[in-house]
C-alpha cells in the first residue's frame, strides 16, 4: 500500500503508477521478498529461468532465420520496379535516381527529364517509418522494397556500395509540409540501413521552386519569399492582389478552350501585367517548367546531404521519429516558435 501526496501515472488508461519515488520503494520491498520466495522455493525459481531462456532462444532463432532470409537474397531475382522509369546509361557515376512524390509528379518528370541519365521513380503517399518497424516489415512495404531494388545495392548483411546503380540518388517533393515529411521518411531510411550512401555524397534533396513570376513577356521563378519580393521589387505590396489574379486565370483556362481571337486578346492583356503564381506541388508545373527549374544540371538547385556529427544525428532521429512520445512533444513545444508556417 503506497500513499502519495502527488501521484503521476502513465498513460491515459492510469494503469501503472510513474511516480519515481514510489518505483525505488516498491523495487525495494518486492526485491527483498523475491530473493526469499526463490531461496525457499529452488525449483520455482529454476522453472522461471528455464522461462526466461527459452524466450531467449526464440528471440535468436527468430533473428537467425531472419538474417538467413536476407543472406539468401530476399530481393534477388526480381525485377526492376514497373513505376520505375530507368535511364539509358549504365555509367553509375553519371545516373541519378529521382524520387518523386506522387504519379502526377511523376508523369510530368518522366517527360521532361534526360532520358539519357535520368531516371525517375514516383511514390504513392508516405513510406513506412523504419524507425519504428522491423527490416522484415519493412520489405513488406512495396514503396521501401521497390526503391530497395532501384538503388540496386541490396540491404542488410548482403548490402554493397559498389553494386548502386546510380551516384545521385535525389529527393523530389512538394514545397509543403506533406512533402517535408515524406522526404524525412526517406533520409530515415537513408540513416538506417544506407548510412554509407550518405557518407559517399551519394543522396540529394531537390529545391523546387516556390514561385512562377510573370512580368510581361519575361518569366522569372523564385525559390523563397525573400528571393519572390527582390524580383517583384515596387510590386511587392501588391502581393495578394497578384496571387488573386494569378487563381483566377489559371480557373478561367480550366473551364474550357475559346476562340483564338478571344484568347489572343487575353494573352495581350496578360502580358502588360505581372502574374505571380505559387506552385503547391511538382505536379502543378509542365514537363518543361520542371526540367528548367528542378532537373536541369544547368539551373537546379540540390541540397547534398552530409552527416557532421554522427551522435547528434542519431539523437534527432530517436527523437524525432522513434516510438517514445514524450521528447518528440518535448521538442516540438521548446521549438515551436522556430517554424516558420505556410499559410
Same mark, same amino acid.
Given at each position: 500500500?503506497?500513499?502519495?501526496?502527488?501521484? &503521476?501515472?502513465?498513460?491515459?488508461?492510469?494503469?501503472?503508477?510513474?511516480?519515481?519515488?514510489?518505483?525505488?520503494?516498491?523495487?525495494?520491498?518486492?526485491?527483498?521478498?523475491?530473493?526469499?520466495?526463490?531461496?525457499?522455493?529452488?525449483?520455482?525459481?529454476?522453472?522461471?529461468?528455464n522461462?526466461?531462456?527459452?524466450?531467449?532462444?526464440?528471440?535468436?532463432?527468430?533473428?537467425?532465420?531472419?538474417?538467413?532470409?536476407?543472406?539468401?537474397?530476399?530481393?534477388?531475382?526480381?525485377?526492376?520496379?514497373?513505376?520505375?522509369?530507368?535511364?539509358?546509361?549504365?555509367?553509375?557515376?553519371?545516373?541519378?535516381?529521382?524520387?518523386v512524390?506522387?504519379?502526377?509528379?511523376?508523369?510530368?518528370?518522366?517527360?521532361?527529364?534526360?532520358?539519357?541519365?535520368?531516371?525517375?521513380?514516383?511514390?504513392?503517399?508516405?513510406?513506412?517509418?523504419?524507425?519504428?518497424?522491423?527490416?522484415d516489415?519493412?520489405?513488406?512495404?512495396?514503396?521501401?522494397?521497390?526503391?530497395?531494388?532501384?538503388?540496386?545495392?541490396?540491404?542488410?548483411?548482403?548490402?554493397?556500395?559498389?553494386?548502386?546503380?546510380?551516384?545521385?540518388?535525389?529527393?523530389?517533393t512538394?514545397?509543403?509540409?506533406?512533402?517535408?515529411?515524406?522526404?524525412?521518411?526517406?533520409?530515415?531510411?537513408?540513416?538506417?540501413?544506407?548510412?554509407?550512401?550518405?557518407?559517399?555524397?551519394?543522396?540529394?534533396i531537390?529545391?523546387?521552386?516556390?514561385?512562377k513570376?510573370?512580368?510581361?513577356?519575361?518569366?522569372?521563378?523564385?525559390?523563397?519569399?525573400?528571393?519572390?519580393?527582390?524580383?517583384?521589387?515596387?510590386?511587392?505590396?501588391?502581393?495578394?492582389e497578384?496571387?488573386?489574379?494569378?487563381?483566377?486565370?489559371?480557373?478561367?483556362?480550366?473551364?474550357?478552350?475559346?476562340?483564338?481571337?478571344?484568347?489572343?486578346?487575353?494573352?495581350?492583356?496578360?502580358?502588360?501585367?505581372?502574374?505571380?503564381?505559387?506552385?503547391?506541388?511538382?505536379?502543378?508545373?509542365?514537363?518543361?517548367?520542371?526540367?528548367?527549374?528542378?532537373?536541369?544540371?544547368?539551373?537546379?538547385?540540390?541540397?547534398?546531404?552530409?552527416?557532421?556529427?554522427?551522435?547528434?544525428?542519431?539523437?534527432?532521429?530517436?527523437?524525432?521519429?522513434?516510438?517514445?512520445?514524450?521528447?518528440?512533444?518535448?521538442?516540438? &513545444?521548446?521549438?515551436?516558435?522556430?517554424?516558420?508556417?505556410?499559410?
Amino acid at each position: 500500500s503506497v500513499k502519495l501526496r502527488e501521484i &503521476q501515472f502513465e498513460g491515459q488508461t492510469k494503469a501503472k503508477l510513474g511516480s519515481t519515488e514510489a518505483q525505488g520503494a516498491v523495487a525495494t520491498v518486492f526485491g527483498e521478498a523475491l530473493s526469499s520466495f526463490f531461496e525457499e522455493n529452488p525449483d520455482e525459481a529454476k522453472s522461471i529461468i528455464n522461462k526466461s531462456l527459452l524466450a531467449l532462444r526464440a528471440r535468436k532463432a527468430a533473428k537467425a532465420a531472419k538474417d538467413s532470409v536476407l543472406r539468401k537474397g530476399a530481393l534477388e531475382g526480381m525485377t526492376l520496379p514497373g513505376k520505375l522509369a530507368d535511364c539509358q546509361v549504365r555509367d553509375a557515376e553519371r545516373a541519378e535516381l529521382f524520387i518523386v512524390e506522387g504519379d502526377s509528379a511523376g508523369g510530368t518528370a518522366k517527360m521532361g527529364r534526360d532520358r539519357k541519365t535520368q531516371a525517375i521513380l514516383p511514390l504513392r503517399g508516405k513510406i513506412l517509418n523504419v524507425e519504428r518497424a522491423r527490416l522484415d516489415r519493412m520489405l513488406g512495404s512495396d514503396q521501401i522494397k521497390n526503391l530497395v531494388i532501384a538503388m540496386g545495392a541490396s540491404i542488410g548483411e548482403t548490402f554493397d556500395i559498389t553494386k548502386m546503380r546510380y551516384h545521385k540518388i535525389i529527393i523530389a517533393t512538394d514545397a509543403d509540409v506533406d512533402g517535408a515529411h515524406i522526404t524525412t521518411l526517406i533520409l530515415t531510411l537513408m540513416y538506417r540501413y544506407f548510412r554509407p550512401v550518405l557518407d559517399a555524397g551519394y543522396v540529394y534533396i531537390a529545391q523546387p521552386p516556390l514561385f512562377k513570376i510573370k512580368k510581361g513577356k519575361e518569366i522569372f521563378y523564385a525559390y523563397s519569399d525573400e528571393e519572390r519580393d527582390g524580383i517583384l521589387g515596387k510590386d511587392a505590396p501588391k502581393l495578394e492582389e497578384l496571387l488573386q489574379e494569378s487563381e483566377n486565370a489559371n480557373e478561367e483556362e480550366t473551364e474550357g478552350e475559346e476562340s483564338e481571337e478571344v484568347g489572343s486578346k487575353n494573352t495581350e492583356k496578360k502580358q502588360s501585367k505581372i502574374h505571380v503564381q505559387r506552385y503547391k506541388g511538382l505536379g502543378e508545373m509542365n514537363a518543361e517548367e520542371l526540367w528548367e527549374t528542378t532537373m536541369d544540371p544547368g539551373n537546379r538547385v540540390l541540397k547534398q546531404v552530409t552527416i557532421k556529427d554522427i551522435e547528434i544525428a542519431n539523437q534527432v532521429f530517436d527523437t524525432l521519429m522513434g516510438s517514445e512520445v514524450a521528447p518528440r512533444k518535448t521538442f516540438i &513545444q521548446s521549438n515551436a516558435k522556430m517554424a516558420k508556417l505556410d499559410i
